[in-house]
C-alpha cells in the first residue's frame, strides 16, 4: 500500500514525464522549424526548409518524436532522389502535409507514399514542385480517403486522368490552378460530392465542361475560372452548382453575356467579371442575386452601362469595382441611384469626366472611394449631400481636378493611396493557416498578382475634355467657395454654374 508521499512523488514523476512528451527539441538538435500545437497537447508543428538530400532530411526529423509530428512541411528540398514510399510510415499522426515550394527537386512522390497516412490526413499541399500528369495517378491518392484540402497548384499539370481523384470523397478544397491543363476529362470530379472549392484559374482552358460532375454539386460554394481562355459561359455551365455563392470568371474572353448566365445560380454573392471581352451588359444580369461583391473592371469594350444594371442588388451591394475601364466615359445620371448598402467604390483609371450629379446624396453607406488615375475627370458633385460615413478619398493622378477640389479632398479625407484590387485567389485555403502558424512559415509559391497594362494616349483627349469645374465655382451657399481658384476651363460650359438651373451633370448626347 502506498503512503501518500510515495503517491506524491508517483503523480510528480508522472507529471513531469508528461511535460517532457510533445515539446521542440533544442534548436542544435535540428535544422528544422518547431512549434508546439496548443491546442492539441504533445503535437508538433515542425518546418524543413533547404534540406540537402533525403537522409539529411531524415536525419535533421530524427531529433523529434515522428509520433508527435501533427503537421510537416518540406519546403524547398534540393533533391528528393531515393525517397522511399515508407518514408512517412512512422507519423502515424500526420494531419497536415506540405511538400510544397519545391519546383527543382525532382520531386516525383512514389505510390505507396500515402499509405500510412491515410485515416488522419486531412490537408496536402503538393503546390510548386514541377509536377506533371505522370506522378499524379489514382494510386497515389486512393489512401487518402478523408484528405479534405489538396494543392496542386503551380506546377506543370497539362491533363488529368479522369479517375485521379476518386477516392477523395471527403475532398472540400481543391486547387488546380496555375498548370498548363487544356482540357478537363468527363465526369473527373463525380465522386467529390463534397466539394465547396474547386480552383481551377490561370489555365488554358477554352471551356468549362458541362460534364464535370455527373448530379448536383450542392455543397459547392466557390468556383475560380479566371485567366483561362473560356469564350463562352452560360447558365448550363452552372446550373449542378446551384449554391455557388462565388464565381471568379476574371480574364476571359466570355462574348457574350448572356442576359440569365446567373439565371440557375440564384445564391451569387460574389461576382468577377474583370476584363470581359463582351461588349453589353445585360440590364438583368444580375437580377434576382444577393450581390454583395462586383468586379467588373478592365471591361474592354464595354463603352456604357444600363442605368438600372444594379438596382436588383441595391440592397446588398457592398463592394463594386468599375476601374481600368477606359472606354466607358460617362454613367447614366441614376447608376448609383438605390444602392443603398454600398462601402467601396473603384472608379480609377477610367474615361469618365463627370460623375452623376446625385452621386454623393446616392451613396449614403460609401466610406471608401477611389478615383485616381483618371485622366479627363474635370470635377465632382457638389460636395453638400456627401455622407459622414465617407472616409477616405484616393484621388491621386487627376491633373485636370481643380485646386479647390483637390483642397476640399486632402482637407476631409484620408487621401493614402489604397488598394482596391478585386482579391484574386483569397479562396485558397488549403495548408495556408499552417504555413502561417509555423516559426518559418515561407511563400508556396508566386504572389498572384494582376498585371495592368500600360494605359495608352486616350483620343478624345481634347474633344470636350478640359478642365472643368461642374459647379464648384458657384458662389451659392450650397456650391463651392473658389478659394482663390478663377475657374479657368476648356470646352466645359455645359458644366460650370448650372446648379441651380438643374442642368449639372451635361451628359453627354
Avoid at 22 to 33: I, Q, T
Avoid at 65 to 94: C, H, T, Y
Avoid at 109 to 130: A, E, H, I, R
Avoid at 200 to 211: A, C, F, H, Q, R
Wanted: hydrophobic fraction near 40%; include cysteine; aromatic fraction near 6%.
Amino acid at each position: 500500500m502506498f503512503s501518500l508521499r510515495q503517491l506524491f512523488l508517483s503523480v510528480l514523476v508522472s507529471l513531469l514525464a508528461d511535460l517532457s512528451i510533445g515539446k521542440c527539441p533544442s534548436a542544435d538538435l535540428s535544422l528544422c522549424k518547431c512549434a508546439e500545437e496548443a491546442a492539441r497537447p504533445n503535437q508538433l508543428i515542425v518546418t524543413c526548409d533547404g534540406m540537402a538530400t533525403v537522409p539529411d532530411l531524415k536525419y535533421q526529423l530524427d531529433a523529434f518524436d515522428w509520433k508527435e509530428i501533427s503537421e510537416l512541411a518540406v519546403l524547398r528540398q534540393k533533391s528528393f532522389a531515393g525517397l522511399r514510399p515508407d518514408f512517412f510510415n512512422q507519423m502515424p499522426n500526420l494531419v497536415r502535409l506540405s511538400l510544397a515550394a519545391n519546383p527543382n527537386s525532382n520531386f516525383k512522390p512514389p505510390v505507396g507514399l500515402f499509405d500510412k497516412l491515410g485515416p488522419k490526413l486531412s490537408v496536402l499541399d503538393m503546390s510548386t514542385s514541377n509536377l506533371t500528369e505522370k506522378e499524379l495517378s489514382p494510386e497515389l491518392f486512393a489512401p487518402l480517403v478523408n484528405l479534405k484540402e489538396l494543392d496542386l497548384s503551380y506546377n506543370q499539370i497539362t491533363q488529368l486522368r479522369p479517375t485521379v481523384f476518386q477516392s477523395l470523397a471527403k475532398l472540400r478544397v481543391l486547387d488546380l490552378g496555375d498548370n498548363k491543363l487544356t482540357v478537363l476529362p468527363p465526369f473527373m470530379l463525380a465522386k467529390n460530392k463534397r466539394l465547396k472549392m474547386l480552383d481551377l484559374n490561370d489555365n488554358l482552358l477554352t471551356e468549362l465542361p458541362m460534364d464535370l460532375f455527373d448530379d448536383e454539386q450542392k455543397e459547392m460554394k466557390i468556383l475560380d475560372i479566371g485567366g483561362n481562355r473560356i469564350t463562352k459561359l452560360t447558365a448550363d455551365h452552372l446550373v449542378l452548382m446551384p449554391n455557388l455563392t462565388v464565381l471568379d470568371a476574371r480574364r476571359n474572353m466570355i462574348n457574350p453575356l448572356p442576359s440569365n448566365l446567373f439565371s440557375k445560380s440564384p445564391q451569387l454573392q460574389r461576382i468577377s467579371l474583370d476584363g470581359v471581352t463582351a461588349p453589353v451588359v445585360p440590364a438583368s444580369l444580375f437580377n434576382g442575386l444577393p450581390l454583395e461583391s462586383l468586379d467588373l473592371s478592365d471591361a474592354v469594350n464595354v463603352r456604357s452601362l444600363p442605368e438600372d444594371l444594379l438596382a436588383p442588388v441595391g440592397k446588398t451591394l457592398k463592394e463594386l469595382h468599375l476601374d481600368d475601364n477606359q472606354k466607358l466615359f460617362s454613367l447614366p445620371p441614376n447608376f448609383f441611384r438605390g444602392l443603398d448598402a454600398l462601402e467601396m467604390l473603384d472608379l480609377s483609371n477610367t474615361g469618365l469626366d463627370l460623375l452623376p450629379t446625385s452621386f454623393f446624396s446616392d451613396l449614403k453607406s460609401l466610406r471608401r472611394l477611389k478615383i485616381s488615375d483618371n485622366q479627363y475627370l474635370i470635377s465632382l458633385p457638389p460636395p453638400k449631400d456627401y455622407s459622414p460615413n465617407l472616409k477616405s478619398i484616393d484621388a491621386k493622378n487627376c491633373p485636370k481636378l481643380p485646386p479647390v477640389v483637390t483642397k476640399w479632398i486632402n482637407t476631409n479625407f484620408d487621401t493614402k493611396p489604397q488598394m482596391m484590387d478585386f482579391p484574386i485567389n483569397i479562396y485558397r485555403s488549403a495548408n495556408k493557416d499552417m504555413m502561417l502558424r509555423m516559426a518559418a512559415a515561407t511563400s508556396t509559391g508566386p504572389a498572384a498578382t494582376t498585371s495592368r497594362p500600360t494605359q495608352p494616349s486616350n483620343q478624345y483627349n481634347g474633344n470636350g475634355r478640359g478642365n472643368g469645374n461642374n459647379g464648384w465655382n458657384n458662389k451659392d451657399n450650397e456650391g463651392w467657395a473658389a478659394d482663390g481658384d478663377n475657374g479657368n476651363s476648356n470646352n466645359n460650359n455645359n458644366y460650370n454654374n448650372n446648379y441651380n438651373s438643374g442642368g449639372w451633370g451635361g451628359w453627354r448626347r
